[in-house]
């Protein structure tokens, strides 16, 4: 099992301020990295996803950083709001990704009013 | 309404018994996936399939089957081979394999 490991398990940030969730996989033939936010109950939502030919993608108030050298990718939350409070999952695919998606373990985000 | 449903959104059962989650999708995917989740965990992939007729194990298949009959459907039986089967299942549909995933709302199996 190719592993993506996620950090922190667990933030809270003050509204208004920059939750950054990081990750870091292993298998260099990962080459679609999406993130997913997920409220209690609920399925995940596909948020924002990056492939390793750019450096940093911005989708609203979220941006992914990528670093291929060093295999790692973040998650940045601009101007962040209660609203985001939620379960946050990075994951990896290689290319063709016939066998799904190896998913981190998750962060819980609270962002306080 | 396009998406993906899975029914029941609980389902309770008695241990040693067989039971089928119900996924469907009207997005035209080829692709469809499930996934278990616990506290902690993330998510593993259990069962995947790419076209019709055709699927594959996932991580952690030992005490699950699936069939996939139909290209809208995918369902999902947990057997009493299952030794830990009281989790959330999330199915999941794409495309094709390795682009976006999209999940569907989740069916949270309770076994005592």
């Known amino acids: 099992q190719q592993q993506v490991k996620q950090s922190p398990q667990s933030l809270i940030v003050q509204k208004g301020g920059i939750p950054i969730i990081n990750c870091a996989y292993e298998n260099t033939a990962f080459d679609y990295f999406p993130w997913y936010q997920q409220f209690p109950g609920k399925g995940p939502a596909l948020l924002i996803a990056?492939?390793?030919?750019?450096s940093e993608k911005k989708e609203g108030r979220f941006t992914i950083s990528f670093n291929k050298s060093a295999k790692q990718f973040s998650l940045h939350i601009m101007d962040s709001q209660p609203g985001d409070s939620a379960t946050y999952f990075c994951?990896?695919?290689?290319?063709?990704?016939?066998?799904?998606?190896?998913f981190g373990k998750g962060t819980h985000l609270i962002i306080q009013p | 309404d396009g998406g993906i449903t899975q029914s029941p959104k609980y389902l309770f059962r008695k241990e040693g018994q067989n039971v089928t989650l119900s996924c469907e999708q009207n997005l035209n995917h080829d692709a469809m996936y499930w996934y278990r989740q616990d506290p902690g965990q993330g998510l593993r992939l259990i069962y995947y399939?790419?076209?019709?007729?055709?699927?594959q194990k996932g991580d952690i298949a030992e005490g699950y089957s699936v069939s996939r009959e139909k290209k809208e459907s995918f369902p999902l039986t947990v057997t009493s081979a299952q030794k830990n089967p009281t989790a959330f299942y999330l199915c999941?549909?794409?495309?094709?394999?390795?682009?976006?995933?999209?999940f569907g709302p989740g069916t949270r199996l309770t076994v005592t």
């Open positions: 399939s790419q076209i019709v007729n055709d699927f």
């Open positions: 999941a549909s794409s495309w094709v394999a390795g682009v976006e995933q999209y």
């Open positions: 994951a990896a695919s290689p290319r063709g990704g016939a066998d799904g998606l190896t």
């Open positions: 990056i492939r390793p030919d750019v």
